[in-house]
């Protein structure tokens, strides 16, 4: 019976036996260090590590076999240099997973509709450059030529332009704070720089600005592709507010700041003002809410008094703000933003 005081020995192990030992590790086996030689010069399973031209030796090498990058500390006459992990702003090309997704308005199929604005609505052209094309007639609409203004066609037909077929694009509705020395167009023929340009690499789709801003007008501005949105956010006759932060080129008189508050007559139009506020110690800077959509107005309202504006910033947009958004950055509206909008929440 085996006893568990009398540890097992395997078959046939003889305590005389030498195969059976652990080798001793014999010092004068091991190479003795020489400081003269360099660490790559010494054989690794039977091979020398590779050198440079220059004679430097290499990095080890990775997996992938490629030669491990080294960090360098000291760069540009001993600067620091850091690590930053942090991905630009608004840089690179369109990214399908930073734009927001909106729901998709309701369409009835049996309700026609005008073959401009299905155009519009599709990013091929705006309304106006839709009516050009219909008349030059390079718009099908289920195999048939259309080169009259005023056609209408369902959502279920086939509409082609060049022979291509026409899909419509989802709906983008983008922020920006826009800078100055920036142009409010799609495309400018003196090669300024547009807003289109700044977010060019936003979204896939074709989008305009929704209204317009002076070159040197900075603030609130928004692009999208939705022509039924930027036409109710735009006409006159729907009065949304905006808000401007002014500044003059010398402080404002109260007899002037009295006629502007009754009014001041524009293209045959009073325009008055809703509120006009110093958010400031001085009367240079100048708060300014208005619903008025005149080209122009808050400059053109105060060149009529006798000032000139240096400096004018679209602070609130139909109820959108700048806030968080860097000057010459943009963001997406959120889905919520969008609904406020479309349901005419936004004064």
């Known amino acids: ?21 652990r080798p001793r590790f014999n010092a004068s086996d091991r190479p003795r260090f020489n400081p003269n030689e360099r660490y790559n010069d010494r054989p690794r399973n039977g091979e020398f590590r590779p050198r440079t031209e220059d004679g430097e030796q290499r990095r080890p090498r990775t ?4 030669e491990r990058p080294r960090f360098d500390n000291k760069v ?38 005008r073959l401009n604005k299905y155009l519009a609505n599709a990013g091929v052209c705006s309304r106006r450059e839709a009516d050009d094309f219909i008349l030059a007639g390079v718009i099908s609409v289920n195999g048939e030529i259309v080169d009259s203004l005023g056609a209408k066609v369902l959502p279920t037909d086939k509409v082609m332009f060049h022979n291509q077929p026409v899909r419509r694009e989802r709906k983008v509705y983008i922020l920006l704070n826009k800078p100055k020395n920036t142009v409010t167009t799609t495309d400018d023929p003196q090669e300024r720089k547009t807003v289109i340009d700044i977010v060019r690499n936003a979204c896939a789709e074709r989008i305009y600005p929704v209204g317009r801003l002076d070159r040197n007008t900075t603030g609130v501005l928004l692009l999208t592709n939705d022509g039924d949105l930027a036409a109710r956010l735009t006409h006159p006759k729907f009065g949304k507010k905006k808000i401007y932060a002014a500044t003059l080129d ?25 509120a006009l506020e110093f958010p400031k110690d001085d009367r240079r800077h100048i ?61």
């Open 76 to 113: 540009n006459g001993g600067e620091h240099q850091r690590f930053d992990n942090k991905v630009k702003r608004n840089s690179g090309l369109y990214s399908e997973r930073k734009r927001q997704v909106y729901q998709e308005k309701y369409e009835d199929p049996t309700k026609p509709i």
């Open 250 to 274: 010398h402080d404002l008189d109260e007899v002037d700041e009295a006629i502007l508050r009754n009014g001041v007559v524009l293209d045959d139009e009073r325009i008055v003002p809703d």
């Open 287 to 347: 708060g300014l809410e208005i619903h008025s959509g005149q080209n122009r107005v808050v400059r053109r309202m105060f060149e009529k008094v006798g000032y000139k504006v240096v400096n004018l910033d679209r602070v609130s947009f139909c109820g959108l703000t700048k806030k968080k958004v860097a000057r010459g950055k943009y963001r997406f509206l959120t889905p919520k933003e969008v609904a406020m909008l479309q349901m005419g929440a936004f004064e």
């Open 1 to 21: 019976m085996y006893d568990n005081k009398t540890p097992r020995r395997p078959a046939g192990f003889s305590s005389e036996s030498s195969e059976h030992r």
């Open 63 to 66: 997996r992938i076999g490629g």
